[in-house]
């Protein structure tokens, strides 16, 4: 949940991919599925119950990065898991109606990258206020966690983000590529860290929306298994993109 990109692929396509720093304890191994009314969902289950990332039937898609515009303190209990908040987010109307209706008084800051409907947003919520921010769904972007990674550091990845743009031709497999080896050899901030095995990027989950359907990829580098699951957009998507 700690290095996430997105990366336009054409109207309504694009892919996403998230390498997720965590203790190596609350790894999942496979995708999850369920179904919640008329939505189908996939995601990683954390062992707590929650997800970091989540794909929807009804054309959404949810990625939580931990913290927000800075570092800040961790002071629990919290009324809630993050993690949790993420299924909770994704049953909504849209990113809006959330924004709105969804108490996060209490809630420890996080960062979510929302894509719904043919719209980006990023959503972000510090210890006071949320912040709901849309962007342009034809531009590449790059988030690193603010827990984890300073300044200095997110400007590095910045930087080795944009020099893949202007080398790289935009695909699934270059933009993975990029997640897997991207670095200086500096382990503590390198797209995959290691920090004494304490936290460490544990999994790389990499959804690619081709306007017909949600394909998710979770890479688990801890026991070196790998799952895939796909998800059928709805029919008012799959007709936009025609």
């Known amino acids: 949940m700690c290095t996430v ?9 694009f892919v996403l991919t998230s390498n997720r720093d965590e203790s190596p304890k609350r790894s999942p191994k496979i995708i999850s599925t369920e179904s919640t009314g008329s939505m189908e969902l996939i995601f990683p289950k954390d062992i707590k119950g929650g997800t970091w990332i989540c794909a929807s039937s009804q054309n959404k898609l949810l ?22 908040i993420v299924k909770d987010c994704i049953q909504y109307k849209d990113i809006r109606s959330f924004h709105k ?37 034809e531009s ?23 020099e893949w743009k202007e080398q790289q031709t935009y695909t699934p497999e270059s933009i993975l590529q990029l997640h897997k080896e991207g670095g200086d050899g500096d382990i503590f901030n390198d797209f995959v860290m290691d920090r004494h095995n304490i936290v460490r990027t544990v999994s790389i989950t990499q959804v ?33 993109v025609e």
């Open 208 to 240: 690619v929306n081709d306007g017909h359907s949600m394909t998710m990829e979770y890479n688990d580098l801890l026991h070196l298994n790998q799952d895939k699951q796909q998800l059928s957009l709805s029919k008012l998507m799959a007709e936009d």
């Open 5 to 13: 990109s997105y990366i336009p692929l054409g109207k309504n396509q």
């Open 101 to 137: 209706e969804y108490d996060l008084t209490g809630i420890e800051p996080f960062t979510m990258v929302v894509w719904e409907n043919g719209e980006l947003f990023q959503f972000r919520r510090d210890e006071h206020e949320s912040y709901l921010t849309p962007l342009d769904t």
């Open 63 to 84: 990625c939580l990065l931990n913290g927000a515009f800075t570092r800040h303190q961790h002071r629990p209990p919290y009324p809630k898991s993050r993690g949790i």
């Open 140 to 162: 590449a972007y790059i988030w690193s966690s603010s827990t984890l990674y300073e300044q200095a550091a997110k400007i590095k990845r910045q930087g080795w983000f944009d």
